[in-house]
C-alpha cells in the first residue's frame, strides 16, 4: 500500500466506526409471527424496526415465500421466530433465498423461541401418518405466560449480544416488562379461577400452553389429525360423543374456519367462541397484555 491510500483507507474506517456507532441506527427485526413482533416491541422499543410478517388471520403453518418476505429478511439484523417445526414449510426457504448471512441458523441474528423452553406435546414416537406432528413438540408457546417471560429473558440477552453499545437500555427495558408481566400473570390467575378445569373442544391444539397453565381440559380438536381440516365424518362422531354431556366451549381462532365449530355447537349445545389467539387477532388484541386479558375475558363470558 503506498502512502496515497492511506487518507482514503481512514476516510472508510471512520464512516464504518460512526456507522457501528451511530445509535440512532435500528436494529432490523424480522419477526415471523405477530406475538414475537409485539415482544420485541416491548423489550426494545425503540431501538428496532420491526417487520412481522404474518398476520393473526393466517395460518403459521402455511405461508407462502414470497418476494416481499424474501426482500424483508435481506435486510434483516435479527430473525425472532418460533421454531419447533412450526414454520418448516416457509421459514428455511426464505433463510436460504436471502443469502443473509447474519440470520441463519446458529448465527446470533437467528432466534428462535421454543428453543429457548421445554415443550409441551413432545410425541414419544415420529408417525407422520398422524398428521402434521411437531417432533420438537407444540410450537404454540406464546401463551404460556411464565414461558414466555423465560423467552424474553433470552431475547434480551440476544439483543444485548447483537447491540452490546445498548446493553443498560435493554436490561432495563427487560426488567420494566418481567415486573408489569409478573403483576399480570397474578391478576389473570385470579380473574381465571372460574375457568379452572373447565373442558374445551379445540380447533387444533394453539392453546396447550394456555390450557396448561390455567388447567383446562382439551377433550376433543375438530382436526381429525394436526394439520388436516374438519370432515364431516369426524364432526359427526364428535357429535355423537359430546351431545350427553357437552364440553364448556369450542374453540377456534380467527385463521380457523368458524364453520365447523359453529356447526358442532348447535349440535352438541355448546358456544363455539373465537379466540384472538395472536396480536391483532381481534381488535381489543393489540399487545400481549391486551391479548392474554381478552382470551380469559371470553373464556369467562362463555362460563356464565
Ligand atoms: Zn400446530
Not at 394453539?206 to 364431516?232: C, K, M, Q, T
Request: net charge positive; glycine share 4%; proline share 7%.
Amino acid at each position: 500500500m503506498n502512502r496515497y491510500h492511506l487518507p482514503i483507507l481512514s476516510i472508510i474506517t471512520s464512516l464504518f466506526l460512526s456507522a457501528s456507532f451511530n445509535t440512532s441506527a435500528n436494529i432490523r427485526v424480522f419477526a415471523c409471527e405477530p406475538e414475537w413482533g409485539a415482544l420485541v416491541e416491548e423489550l426494545a422499543g425503540d431501538k428496532v424496526t420491526i417487520f412481522v410478517a404474518t398476520t393473526a388471520q393466517q395460518d403459521p403453518h402455511h405461508i407462502e415465500a414470497r418476494p416481499s418476505l424474501i426482500a424483508k429478511m435481506r435486510r434483516a439484523d435479527i430473525a425472532v421466530c418460533t421454531g419447533a417445526e412450526l414454520e418448516v414449510g416457509w421459514l428455511p426457504l426464505l433463510l436460504r433465498i436471502s443469502g443473509n448471512k447474519k440470520i441463519q441458523a446458529n448465527q446470533p441474528g437467528y432466534f428462535e423461541a421454543t428453543s429457548q423452553i421445554e415443550t409441551l406435546d413432545k410425541p414419544e414416537k415420529l408417525d407422520r401418518s398422524l398428521g402434521d406432528v411437531h417432533a420438537s413438540g407444540n410450537p404454540h408457546v406464546h401463551l404460556g405466560p411464565y414461558k414466555l417471560l423465560t423467552i424474553a429473558e433470552s431475547l434480551k440477552d440476544r439483543f444485548v449480544k447483537i447491540d452490546s453499545s445498548q446493553t443498560h437500555y435493554y436490561e432495563q427495558r427487560f426488567n420494566d416488562f418481567k415486573q408489569r408481566w409478573l403483576a399480570a400473570i397474578l391478576l389473570w390467575e385470579q380473574r381465571a379461577k372460574p375457568i379452572k378445569n373447565s373442558q374445551a373442544i379445540v380447533y387444533h391444539k394453539n392453546w396447550a400452553y394456555l390450557f396448561d397453565w390455567l388447567h383446562i381440559r382439551r377433550v376433543a380438536e375438530l382436526e381429525p389429525i394436526p394439520g388436516v381440516p374438519p370432515s364431516a365424518a369426524h364432526l359427526a362422531k364428535l357429535k355423537q360423543q359430546f351431545a350427553p354431556s357437552p364440553p364448556n366451549f369450542i374453540l377456534y381462532g380467527p385463521h380457523q374456519n368458524a364453520k365447523p365449530a359453529n356447526w358442532l355447537a348447535k349440535k352438541i349445545d355448546a358456544p363455539a367462541i373465537e379466540l384472538p389467539f395472536t396480536i391483532g387477532g381481534n381488535k381489543n388484541a393489540v399487545d400481549l397484555f391486551s391479548l392474554y386479558s381478552n382470551t380469559i375475558d371470553k373464556l369467562l363470558i362463555a362460563m356464565q
